[in-house]
Each structure stands twice: as C-alpha cells, then as structure tokens.
Nanobody, 127 residues
Framework: QVQVVESGGDLVQPGGSLRLSCSASGVTLDVYAVGWFRQAPGKEREGVACISGLDGRQYYKGSLKGRFTISRDSAKNTAYLEMKSLNFNDTGVYSC????????????????????WGQGTQVTVSS
C-alpha cells in the first residue's frame, strides 16, 4: 500500500522561504515521477514541479522556475520542494503525488500520471 505524506507547510512572510517534504512508503521515489501541486482558495489545482524517476529530470510551472526547486533524497525516500522569495500568490495547499508513471512527460501538470496523492500541507504567505 502506497502512502504519501507532506510536511513543512507554515505561515511565512512575503520574501521568505520554505522547504516542503514528501515522504513515501510502499513506493521507491527514485523509480517514479514525483509531482508537487498546489491549490489556492477558489482556484483550480495547478502543477508546480515534477521530477522524473530514474533520470531525475525536472520540470516546473513556467513562472515558478528559478524560485522553486524540486529534489529528492534516495536514502530517505523523500522528495522536497524548496521555495524562495514567496509572495501572496504562493498561498495554498501543497500536495505531493507519485506512484504512477516513471516519467513526468508532457502532461504531468494535469496530474493523470500519478497514482497516489498525499493530503497536502498548508502554505500561507502573509505579513
């Protein structure tokens, strides 16, 4: 049984940084693509970043590249999302997904390449 658990969400001031963690059991994150998504109040879920299994190729929502970095630690079977220069528009519930395809592919932002999702962690950017 695959379980995905996010952590690290917090209240942060504009300009601040956060690192979110995605811990998984029942699946090896080195093999499968791992995606981070977020959903702001009243808005649809959007894909933030994805890292492919095996080759580790990274993909980002265009406007976030340079501020957000996705990575993974094989020894801990954990993926991370480093976020810097946070602003009000980054507020939302951030979720991690994996256990589907080994590669992010061209449609990862739709979410269909992932089989298991976590419950999410709240990120609030506020002064």
């Amino acid at each position: 049984q695959v379980q995905v658990v996010e952590s690290g969400g917090d209240l942060v001031q504009p300009g601040g940084s956060l690192r979110l963690s995605c811990s998984a059991s029942g699946v090896t994150l080195d093999v499968y693509a791992v995606g981070w998504f977020r959903q702001a109040p009243g808005k649809e879920r959007e894909g933030v970043a994805c890292i492919s299994g095996l080759d580790g190729r990274q993909y980002y929502k265009g406007s976030l590249k340079g501020r957000f970095t996705i990575s993974r630690d094989s020894a801990k079977n954990t993926a991370y999302l480093e976020m810097k220069s946070l602003n009000f528009n980054d507020t939302g519930v951030y979720s991690c997904a994996t256990a589907g395809s080994t590669r992010c592919g061209k449609t990862w932002q739709l979410g269909s390449v992932f089989g298991s999702w976590g419950q999410g962690t709240q990120v609030t950017v506020s002064s």
